[in-house]
């Protein structure tokens, strides 16, 4: 295993038994068996370790997140048909509901989190705490694209979960809102990040 890999597994280890704010850098290095020029030559301070350690984390999340987009259709998919001249894709009725968070909520709100002492062991849900409607979003996309074209309705999926969103109670005690962005901005900024990526 190689020096940086070290680093990363008993940073982590030590956040996870511990807490982010009760670890200091010596130990750190020492369980890893490096000095603290090595640490900082890595990843610049601690806080850049906890960042890193996050990104590899959600790297992984991430992956598993594009492969359930392809499959149920949500908004990338949604946006590609349309900008390649298809029409959005909804399975079932449309009413079925979604808990949307914008994904820069959701990194803030994990930072937040990550960075308490007082976590370890509990499970908290990151949302918006609110249901909104398959149709809702697909309708917001249009509206954000100028779509005005018919949708592809499509027979609603085997065992669908018909009415989903977050008790997002006991984040928000400990850290406030965790999604202040609203709906229709997170669409927005959402739509404009991926329509400036390369088709």
Do not use: C
């Not at 750190?28 to 990843?43: E, M, Q, R």
């Not at 392809?70 to 998919?77: A, E, I, S, T, V």
């Amino acid at each position: 295993m190689d020096t940086r890999t070290e680093l990363l597994r008993q940073a982590e280890k030590l956040f996870a038994q511990r807490g982010y704010d009760a670890v200091g850098v010596q130990e750190i290095v020492d369980a890893a068996s490096v000095t603290k020029p090595t640490l900082y030559h890595y990843f610049g301070s601690k806080r850049g370790l906890l960042e890193t350690i996050l990104g590899n984390e959600f790297h992984f999340f991430n992956q598993l997140l594009r492969e359930a987009a392809n499959y149920q259709g949500d908004l990338p998919l949604t946006l590609r048909k349309i900008r390649e001249g298809g029409q959005p894709m909804i399975q079932g009725d449309g009413l079925q509901t979604r808990d949307f968070i914008y994904v820069g909520d959701t990194v803030e709100s994990t930072l937040k989190l990550a960075l308490r002492d007082d976590i370890k062991g509990r499970v908290l849900n990151l949302g918006s705490g609110r249901e909104t409607s398959i149709k809702a979003i697909i309708d917001g996309i249009s509206a954000e694209v100028g779509y005005t074209g018919g949708i592809d309705w499509q027979p609603a999926r085997a065992a669908d979960v018909r009415r989903h969103w977050a008790d997002v109670d006991a984040a928000t005690a400990l850290i406030g809102p965790v999604a202040p962005t609203g709906l229709e901005e997170g669409l927005k900024k959402t739509i404009a990040w991926y329509q400036g990526r390369p088709s």
